[in-house]
């Protein structure tokens, strides 16, 4: 089969680093990953700062002329109006934001987002021209009751019967995974994506099947991503505290080294 999916390596900063914290961050990143002569055509690149950070991330990158890529942790299901302390997608396409993450785990627990809502959000980024990175994911007791395909596809089934057409990224996080330092074997997060990838296929069609990265996230690190990258349905991850070190991070960006190809 062509490759024809460019293998993206998102990092979510979560709710850290202020805006003079995220230049330096980005900075050393930009910094760590020229050094390595890194081609961000081969493997694509995003950091998703906190919203207050976006501008500052905005200006250090048209400056600068980076090749990294960036994107905002949520988005308004809304356009614009009376909704108190949201963020429009069209506020986030005039800050050059290329992506926008819908469904988080963390929004689903600490916020009440369900798939509907999520469908919604990712709805939004596509009308602006963000595209969406879908979250999925099991949790501890999901994957005891029903495995670990079922929950993920269901919930991506529902969501993407709210957006209309267009490009989005999936990533698949097991709950259990996150933050936990407990990775998915790349076994089964390959059979994860591989279902969510026949899903594609039946709410949409093959070539969107084909031309759709799916992310895994959950502990990853440099020691662990080139196991996930050899499996043939896994287009990537969604790295969180991992992201937060220039060092570690560009370690996973160049996961290829580890490939040795
Ligand atoms: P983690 O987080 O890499 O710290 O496990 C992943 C995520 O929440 O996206």
């Known amino acids: 089969m062509v490759e024809q999916r460019v293998p993206f390596i998102a990092g979510n900063w979560k709710m850290q680093q202020d805006h003079l914290q995220a230049i330096a961050l980005v900075q050393k990143l930009a910094w760590t990953l020229k050094d390595a002569d890194h081609d961000f055509e081969a493997v694509e690149v995003s950091v998703f700062p906190p919203f207050t950070d976006l501008r500052s991330v905005q200006t250090i990158v048209d400056a600068d002329k980076y090749s990294i890529r960036y994107g905002s942790q949520d988005i308004s299901e809304h356009d614009a109006g009376a909704f108190t302390g949201e963020i429009s997608g069209a506020f986030l396409a005039k800050l050059g934001a290329s992506y926008a993450i819908v469904g988080h785990s963390e929004r689903r627990e600490h916020h009440g987002e369900t798939d509907a809502t999520i469908g919604r959000k990712a709805a939004a980024a596509v009308r602006h021209g963000v595209v969406p990175v879908i979250c999925v994911g099991e949790t501890a007791e999901d994957l005891e009751q029903h495995g670990a395909s079922a929950v993920p596809v269901q919930q991506l089934r529902d969501i993407l019967a709210e957006v209309p057409a267009g490009d989005f990224v999936v990533a698949y996080e097991p709950v259990w995974a996150i933050g936990s330092g407990k990775a998915a074997t790349p076994e ?25 990265r799916i992310l895994y ?7 662990n991503i080139a196991g996930f990258m050899r499996e043939p349905d896994i287009d990537g991850a969604l790295v969180g505290g991992a992201s937060l070190d220039a060092n570690e991070f560009a370690g996973i960006v160049r996961y290829r080294s580890h490939v040795g190809v």
Do not use: N, Y
């Open 217 to 223: 996230g959950g502990s990853v690190k440099s020691a």
């Open 188 to 212: 089964q997060a390959q059979q994860v994506a591989e279902a969510l990838r026949k899903t594609i296929a039946e709410v949409r069609d093959d070539e969107a099947a084909e031309s759709t």
